[in-house]
């Protein structure tokens, strides 16, 4: 699996994402400086975490319009899958690549957590490696992840089965003592219409290891490896 | 080309006479300035004038604390460089560095917390990655007044927003720290943030000029009036007006560090840098009289070319303003443009405002003309240094434990300790610090006695190495006695590291106090070095950087003396390093060290009794040493599943710890002793630990050939916390009684 990260200005989170596709993989992934129109074709586009131009703004608006994310929607749009985590997520969500927007977290500060998610279906390039119904434990980092979408969207990526994962009790119960950050619906990852775009506020990429966070998000990479190799 | 040996400089428009009024307002005394006038032959002109001030105050000069400073050993086989420089370096081995700094940033965090305690962790951030090394983690020591006082939690709440705000973006992970509460911070709050970063040892930057006619660059943010006189506020006693001095505080930027960062690490990989020093305090006067000072050189600074935010500013502004990330380069000839561009990749400013002269002289130029001409040497030789008078803080007569009244009630005495203030979760404020990222953290906060990062690969390979750190003071015993508290504070911090299974290698001090111009403060700080120097001897513990931040009082009333200690240590193969976590039933419990039930300065009695008196616990640093080493050598053979220093609260507390920590209860029974069972589990003996073993007794058996006392004292197991005959508590009870006092605190509308 060839893969790219993109480093917007204010990226942080790009070496961590690297080092977990670098483990899974056992290749670097290529790093997309911001400013380039067009990079190496691959078989994976992620947008990692971080605070894109300061999250001046908006989180995610600026680096939204940057010449590389043009070139990312384009091939977005044709099939090219792309994972978009925490400050990636927003960029996303900024670009109309997922549904939705991420608001500031409903009590207002920064938090940095291990949290439990709800695997909502292994039907998907990055979830195939779960089950649907499982409950993972991953860190979150962000003051801006509380989700949000309209009555009308909501509804859709509901029917359409397009949460990804959601914040849950470490019993799996989806209520809102797991939930970091009022997202609704406890959502915590959603994916585009055809399943080949996820965003997700939560860190995989932080818990890949056994003695540095646990090893619940290592398969979400393993499982992008066994369906785009 | 300027003529540089013009003297005097030229008078600037609207340029004031200097009165004994002005130099009084710039904080020198009437002798410094005489001192002034001799070096200068001439009265000065304002921006003169103005850097005489900077680089003689308090906070620049260390005019006060020079000659205690002296005393601190600073050596050790493994010292690359020690203080003197942007921050202490020590090889770790496998050709890497571990560098490192702990930096106050009181006054401005007082007045306004938010961008107080930001610039504070942005400018020990620079301070680190001026050197070379990338930060891999931040730590914080954080003193607030009584929770009852009204500023009390919108200092908390601003100051943690503020360290998170900056450290987050910047995207280094903030993994430990400390923090208490007492009523001598009400009107001054402490707030040290420490930066460890890690360079390759034959990549590390320093601060010294060489190479006459080569550039000095200027690069990072633009110039503003922001922070003007920061180190001469920061030199001073508070009072009531001290708030009008919120001008002086910077407001720091934590994306634009963070391109500087990268800017810099991506300029430190080529061949173009001769010597590079952070802007910070005193800005761009004290950064271009360092280069030059240490380099034995002068300096020409064309101040017209300094990257301005706005117009109209003057060459006083320019040079006292404490803008904050900035940098300065000196370069080797001829690399401008290969530095020019990745600047310019980052979109930062980059300058060439002056260069490097054989004259000794720091001569300032405005469109052409001279500004300021000052001989460089002798404003450093001659500048003022204070034995300032001292008296020492005697000895208090010891408590005797049997004066101390047992709690009527064992379980609610152990449920209020656990929610006081200083021992209550701070899960509140480290949960606002991202804590994971860069993937190397191993030990989260309150999940261990130091926090452990992962050293990244190295130039030579894949690396096993973990890096451990901690902060340590406990005010309350420098303040009964200085000497023993600062020997606890460095004990503290040495077992701290040793507890996790790491060698402690060296320290950084940030020593707060009040006004050193009173004899019995003076006395506090020089006890506090003697302690200080003492243990760094006696456990190979070298201060390698460090910070003194005197004048913290308002309207006289002095802080608790704090020589917070800030230490690293390695541990060579992480697989080994052990937390606090009580994880398995079953596991022995076993108290390594001698207790003798030491209640005098306690917690217990602070908090159960309301009284503060006695003499500090005493610190034998021979048998703090013999006790640490006995416990690493134990973690080494992986006997250890957890372990947990004894410290605040004493024994009980820290098994409370342990078992919440680590959701695994334990069942204890004291031994038979003279001792009183509340002094036995609330004495805050030194030198002691406890661990959870699988072999209980073999490490018994290994500790009684070592000579050291070991005591096996009950079993893991089981969701409760009980010592046979007098305690008996449900964990999920302890954790709540834990969690809840700081969440209510900061949630609460009254």
Same mark, same amino acid.
């Given at each position: 699996m060839?893969s790219?990260?993109?480093v917007?200005p204010?990226?942080?989170?790009?070496?961590?994402?690297?080092h977990?596709?670098?483990?899974?993989t056992?290749?670097?992934p290529e790093?997309v400086?911001?400013?380039?129109?067009?990079?190496?074709?691959t078989?994976?586009?992620?947008?990692?975490?971080?605070f894109s131009?300061g999250?001046?703004?908006?989180c995610?608006?600026?680096?939204a319009?940057?010449?590389?994310?043009a070139?990312?929607?384009r091939?977005a749009?044709?099939?090219?899958p792309?994972?978009?985590?925490?400050n990636g997520?927003q960029?996303?969500?900024?670009?109309?690549l997922v549904?939705g927007?991420?608001?500031r977290?409903?009590?207002?500060?920064?938090?940095?957590?291990?949290v439990?998610?709800?695997?909502?279906?292994?039907?998907?390039l990055?979830?195939n490696?779960?089950?649907?119904?499982q409950?993972?434990?991953?860190p979150?980092?962000h003051?801006?992840?509380?989700?949000?979408?309209?009555a009308?969207t909501?509804?859709r990526?509901?029917?359409?089965?397009q949460?990804a994962?959601?914040y849950c009790?470490p019993?799996?119960?989806?209520d809102?003592t797991?939930?970091?950050n009022g997202s609704?619906h406890?959502?915590?990852?959603?994916?585009?219409e055809?399943?080949?775009?996820?965003g997700l506020?939560?860190?995989?990429?932080?818990?890949?290891?056994?003695?540095?966070?646990?090893t619940?998000g290592?398969?979400?990479?393993?499982?992008?490896v066994?369906?785009l190799? | 080309?300027?003529?540089?040996?013009?003297?005097?400089?030229?008078?600037?428009?609207?340029?004031p006479?200097i009165?004994p009024?002005?130099?009084a307002?710039h904080?020198?005394?009437?002798?410094?300035?005489?001192?002034?006038?001799?070096?200068m032959?001439?009265?000065?002109?304002m921006?003169e004038?103005g850097?005489?001030?900077?680089?003689?105050?308090?906070?620049c000069?260390y005019?006060?604390?020079k000659?205690?400073?002296?005393?601190?050993p600073?050596?050790a086989?493994?010292?690359?460089?020690?203080?003197?420089e942007?921050?202490?370096?020590?090889?770790?081995?496998?050709g890497?560095?571990?560098?490192f700094?702990?930096?106050?940033?009181? /006054? #401005?965090?007082y007045?306004?917390p938010?961008? @107080?305690?930001?610039? $504070?962790? =942005? %400018?020990?951030l620079r301070?680190?990655?001026t050197?070379?090394?990338?930060?891999?983690?931040n730590?914080?020591a954080?003193?607030f007044?009584?929770p009852? /006082? #009204?500023k009390?939690?919108?200092l908390v709440? @601003?100051?943690v927003? $503020?360290i =998170? %705000?900056y450290g987050?973006?910047m995207g280094?992970?903030t993994?430990?720290g400390?923090t208490?509460?007492?009523?001598a911070y009400?009107g001054?709050?402490?707030?040290?943030?420490?930066?460890?970063?890690?360079?390759?040892?034959?990549?590390i930057?320093?601060a010294a000029?060489?190479?006459?006619?080569?550039?000095?660059v200027?690069?990072?943010?633009?110039?503003?009036r922001d922070?003007?006189?920061g180190?001469?506020?920061s030199?001073?006693?508070?009072?009531?007006?001290?708030?009008?001095k919120?001008?002086?505080?910077?407001v720091g930027?934590?994306f634009v560090e963070?391109l500087?960062?990268?800017a810099c690490?991506e300029?430190?990989?080529?061949?173009?840098?001769?010597?590079?020093?952070?802007?910070g305090a005193?800005?761009?006067?004290?950064?271009?009289?360092?280069m030059?000072a240490?380099g034995?050189?002068?300096?020409?600074v064309?101040?017209?070319?300094?990257?301005?935010?706005?117009?109209?500013?003057n060459p006083?502004?320019?040079?006292l303003?404490e803008s904050?990330e900035?940098?300065?380069i000196?370069?080797?000839?001829g690399r401008?443009?290969?530095?020019?561009?990745?600047f310019?990749?980052w979109?930062l400013?980059?300058?060439?405002?002056?260069?490097?002269?054989?004259?000794?002289?720091m001569v300032l130029?405005?469109?052409g003309?001279?500004?300021?001409?000052?001989p460089i040497p002798p404003l450093v030789?001659?500048?003022?240094v204070y034995?300032?008078?001292?008296?020492?803080?005697p000895?208090?007569?010891?408590?005797d434990?049997a004066?101390?009244?047992a709690?009527?009630?064992?379980?609610?005495?152990l449920?209020a300790l656990?929610?006081?203030?200083?021992l209550a979760s701070?899960?509140?404020?480290?949960h606002?610090?991202?804590?994971?990222?860069m993937?190397?953290?191993a030990?989260?906060?309150q999940?261990?006695?130091?926090?452990?990062?992962?050293?990244p690969?190295?130039?030579?390979?894949?690396?096993?190495k973990?890096?451990a750190m901690?902060?340590d003071c406990t005010p309350r015993?420098?303040?009964?006695?200085p000497?023993?508290?600062?020997?606890q504070?460095?004990a503290?911090a040495w077992?701290n590291?040793?507890?996790?299974g790491a060698?402690p290698?060296?320290?950084?001090?940030?020593?707060?106090?009040g006004n050193p111009?009173?004899a019995?403060?003076?006395?506090?700080?020089?006890?506090a070095i003697?302690?200080?120097?003492e243990?760094c001897k006696?456990?190979?513990?070298?201060v390698v950087s460090g910070?003194?931040?005197l004048?913290?009082?308002?309207?006289?009333r002095?802080?608790?003396?704090t020589?917070?200690i800030?230490a690293v240590g390695?541990?060579?193969?992480?697989?080994k390093?052990?937390g606090s976590r009580?994880?398995e039933?079953g596991?022995?419990?076993?108290?390594?060290?001698?207790?003798?039930?030491?209640l005098g300065?306690?917690?217990?009695?602070r908090?159960?009794?309301g009284?503060?008196?006695?003499?500090?616990?005493?610190?034998d640093?021979a048998v703090?040493r013999?006790?640490?080493?006995?416990?690493?050598?134990?973690?080494?053979l992986?006997r250890?599943?957890?372990?947990h220093?004894?410290s605040d609260?004493g024994?009980l507390?820290?098994?409370?710890e342990?078992?919440?920590?680590?959701?695994?209860g334990?069942?204890?029974?004291?031994p038979?002793?003279?001792i009183?069972?509340?002094?036995?589990?609330y004495?805050e003996?030194?030198?002691?630990?406890?661990?959870?073993?699988?072999?209980?007794?073999?490490?018994?058996?290994?500790a009684e050939?070592?000579?050291v006392p070991?005591?096996l004292?009950?079993y893991?197991g089981?969701?409760?916390?009980?010592?046979?005959?007098?305690l008996?508590l449900k964990?999920?009870?302890i954790?709540?009684a834990h969690?809840?006092?700081?969440?209510?605190?900061?949630?609460?509308t009254?």
């Amino acid at each position: 699996m060839k893969s790219a990260v993109l480093v917007f200005p204010g990226s942080n989170r790009e070496g961590d994402v690297a080092h977990a596709i670098e483990l899974v993989t056992g290749r670097k992934p290529e790093m997309v400086w911001h400013g380039a129109g067009d990079f190496e074709k691959t078989d994976l586009i992620v947008l990692p975490g971080g605070f894109s131009y300061g999250d001046y703004l908006r989180c995610g608006a600026m680096a939204a319009q940057s010449p590389v994310m043009a070139e990312v929607k384009r091939r977005a749009a044709k099939g090219v899958p792309v994972l978009a985590i925490c400050n990636g997520f927003q960029i996303a969500a900024e670009a109309g690549l997922v549904p939705g927007v991420l608001m500031r977290n409903a009590h207002l500060k920064f938090v940095c957590a291990d949290v439990h998610l709800k695997v909502e279906t292994s039907q998907s390039l990055f979830t195939n490696r779960y089950q649907a119904g499982q409950v993972i434990k991953v860190p979150v980092a962000h003051a801006e992840g509380n989700y949000f979408a309209d009555a009308d969207t909501l509804k859709r990526i509901e029917d359409r089965g397009q949460v990804a994962f959601r914040y849950c009790a470490p019993d799996g119960a989806v209520d809102g003592t797991g939930n970091p950050n009022g997202s609704i619906h406890n959502i915590a990852g959603v994916f585009n219409e055809g399943k080949t775009v996820m965003g997700l506020m939560p860190h995989p990429e932080n818990a890949t290891e056994p003695m540095f966070g646990g090893t619940d998000g290592k398969a979400l990479f393993e499982g992008l490896v066994e369906a785009l190799t | 080309m300027i003529a540089e040996e013009r003297n005097p400089p030229v008078k600037l428009p609207n340029e004031p006479v200097i009165t004994p009024q002005i130099v009084a307002e710039h904080g020198l005394a009437p002798d410094e300035y005489e001192r002034l006038l001799k070096i200068m032959g001439r009265t000065p002109t304002m921006v003169e004038l103005g850097i005489f001030s900077a680089m003689w105050s308090e906070h620049c000069s260390y005019k006060s604390s020079k000659v205690w400073l002296k005393k601190l050993p600073t050596k050790a086989p493994w010292v690359i460089q020690g203080p003197g420089e942007n921050a202490g370096v020590i090889d770790i081995g496998d050709g890497q560095a571990a560098i490192f700094k702990m930096e106050s940033h009181n /006054h #401005p965090s007082y007045i306004e917390p938010y961008q @107080g305690a930001a610039t $504070g962790v =942005g %400018g020990i951030l620079r301070d680190v990655f001026t050197m070379g090394a990338r930060p891999v983690a931040n730590l914080n020591a954080l003193r607030f007044g009584d929770p009852k /006082h #009204p500023k009390t939690r919108h200092l908390v709440s @601003g100051v943690v927003a $503020g360290i =998170g %705000g900056y450290g987050n973006c910047m995207g280094i992970p903030t993994v430990g720290g400390e923090t208490n509460f007492h009523a001598a911070y009400n009107g001054n709050i402490l707030v040290n943030a420490m930066t460890v970063g890690i360079a390759p040892t034959d990549r590390i930057f320093y601060a010294a000029a060489a190479g006459v006619g080569n550039p000095l660059v200027y690069v990072g943010s633009k110039t503003g009036r922001d922070g003007i006189h920061g180190a001469t506020m920061s030199s001073t006693e508070f009072n009531e007006d001290s708030e009008s001095k919120r001008p002086t505080v910077q407001v720091g930027d934590p994306f634009v560090e963070k391109l500087l960062l990268e800017a810099c690490l991506e300029l430190m990989a080529t061949d173009a840098i001769v010597a590079i020093q952070d802007m910070g305090a005193a800005g761009l006067t004290s950064s271009s009289f360092e280069m030059a000072a240490k380099g034995g050189l002068g300096v020409v600074v064309e101040l017209d070319k300094v990257p301005m935010r706005e117009t109209g500013m003057n060459p006083y502004e320019l040079m006292l303003s404490e803008s904050q990330e900035r940098m300065l380069i000196v370069l080797k000839p001829g690399r401008e443009e290969l530095a020019r561009k990745i600047f310019e990749k980052w979109e930062l400013d980059f300058a060439v405002i002056g260069r490097l002269t054989d004259t000794e002289r720091m001569v300032l130029s405005w469109h052409g003309e001279i500004v300021g001409n000052i001989p460089i040497p002798p404003l450093v030789t001659e500048a003022p240094v204070y034995e300032r008078p001292w008296t020492l803080t005697p000895l208090p007569p010891p408590l005797d434990a049997a004066k101390v009244p047992a709690p009527k009630d064992w379980n609610a005495s152990l449920l209020a300790l656990m929610s006081c203030p200083d021992l209550a979760s701070k899960a509140w404020i480290w949960h606002q610090y991202d804590h994971r990222i860069m993937g190397n953290t191993a030990i989260n906060p309150q999940e261990g006695d130091a926090a452990l990062v992962r050293v990244p690969k190295g130039p030579h390979g894949t690396s096993h190495k973990g890096l451990a750190m901690t902060s340590d003071c406990t005010p309350r015993y420098v303040q009964a006695h200085p000497e023993t508290g600062g020997r606890q504070a460095v004990a503290e911090a040495w077992r701290n590291i040793t507890a996790t299974g790491a060698r402690p290698l060296a320290v950084t001090d940030n020593m707060n106090f009040g006004n050193p111009q009173k004899a019995e403060i003076m006395g506090q700080f020089a006890g506090a070095i003697m302690g200080m120097a003492e243990a760094c001897k006696a456990l190979d513990f070298p201060v390698v950087s460090g910070n003194v931040s005197l004048y913290n009082e308002t309207e006289g009333r002095p802080i608790l003396p704090t020589p917070t200690i800030g230490a690293v240590g390695v541990i060579d193969d992480i697989s080994k390093a052990v937390g606090s976590r009580l994880r398995e039933a079953g596991l022995g419990i076993v108290l390594i060290g001698e207790t003798k039930g030491w209640l005098g300065q306690s917690l217990y009695l602070r908090e159960a009794c309301g009284r503060e008196e006695g003499a500090p616990p005493p610190v034998d640093l021979a048998v703090e040493r013999r006790n640490g080493d006995f416990v690493r050598g134990q973690i080494d053979l992986r006997r250890i599943a957890a372990c947990h220093d004894l410290s605040d609260g004493g024994l009980l507390v820290a098994l409370a710890e342990m078992c919440i920590a680590g959701g695994t209860g334990a069942e204890i029974a004291l031994p038979t002793s003279a001792i009183p069972s509340h002094a036995f589990l609330y004495g805050e003996d030194q030198a002691r630990y406890l661990v959870a073993s699988k072999a209980p007794k073999d490490v018994i058996a290994d500790a009684e050939r070592a000579g050291v006392p070991a005591l096996l004292l009950g079993y893991a197991g089981g969701d409760a916390l009980s010592v046979k005959g007098l305690l008996s508590l449900k964990l999920s009870d302890i954790k709540a009684a834990h969690e809840a006092w700081l969440p209510a605190y900061m949630n609460a509308t009254d």
